[in-house]
């Protein structure tokens, strides 16, 4: 089992464009997560999602969208990136929502210039 | 949402001492804390959780400690070694919609040999 992987490792992006960062996990989990993490601030949920075909926002969703087509695919898009999007971006996947482990990604490393 | 919040922000201990870390949270309905260490650039995992039927969990060096009343819970690691220098993070889980977690700004502790 390879768990939660993303897709790519490094990204940098210059400011107004887009890109799509790909999460995949093989735990046939039904919720997916994507959090950002910054210096001193933890990590933020950015949008989630407790089933295929299905998302939510979470605590800081703007500038951003999902889409979760496959159960095991959970992507995150930025349309028009901005430099206070440059962050690490981790994604997470569990069996079911609330008391119980989130699995994270190796995590994405996202510069927006 | 809730809030969480998590002290110190770094702590330094010699080698073979505790350490400890203590969270807050705002939210009396939570029920569901997990703590994640982190290592450098690696991915967030989960080391211990309790939930709040529980006032103490402990496996091997770790334990954690709950008070509902308080809103507080703490993570204790004795006999510290060199490789628990990381990154701790404790959360606390959302009682709204998907259960979502919500993290503190993390400890970085540093055992010294």
């Known amino acids: 089992n390879a768990g939660v992987t993303q897709t790519p490792k490094f990204r940098v992006l210059k400011t107004g464009q887009s890109m799509t960062l790909l999460c995949a996990q093989d735990?046939?989990?039904?919720?997916m997560y994507w959090y950002r993490q910054d210096p001193g601030m933890g990590l933020r949920l950015i949008h989630y999602?407790?089933?295929?075909?299905?998302?939510a926002k979470g605590e800081v969703p703007d500038g951003y969208n999902v889409s979760r087509l496959k159960k095991q695919n959970f992507l995150l898009g930025l349309e028009s990136a901005a430099p206070s999007q440059t962050s690490v971006y981790f994604c997470?996947?569990?069996?079911?929502?609330?008391?119980?482990?989130?699995?994270f990604g190796p995590g994405t490393r996202l510069t927006v210039l | 949402g809730e809030n969480v919040e998590q002290h110190p922000s770094t702590l330094s201990v010699q080698e073979g001492d505790s350490a400890v870390i203590k969270c807050t949270y705002s939210?009396?309905?939570?029920?569901?804390f997990p703590w994640y260490k982190q290592e450098l650039g690696k991915r967030p995992q989960l080391i211990i959780d309790?939930?709040?039927?529980?006032g103490e969990k402990k496996d091997q060096r770790i334990a954690v400690t709950l008070n509902k009343t308080a809103k507080h819970f703490s993570l204790h690691i004795t006999e510290t070694q060199p490789e628990d220098s990381a990154v701790y993070f404790c959360?606390?889980?959302?009682?709204?919609?998907?259960?979502?977690?919500?993290f503190g700004t993390g400890t970085r502790l540093t055992v010294i040999p």
């Open positions: 997470a996947s569990s069996y079911m929502g609330g008391g119980v482990t989130q699995y």
């Open positions: 735990m046939n989990h039904e919720y």
């Open positions: 999602s407790v089933g295929e075909g299905t998302t």
């Open positions: 939210d009396s309905a939570s029920n569901y």
């Open positions: 309790i939930r709040s039927n529980v």
């Open positions: 959360a606390a889980s959302d009682q709204t919609g998907a259960n979502n977690l919500f």
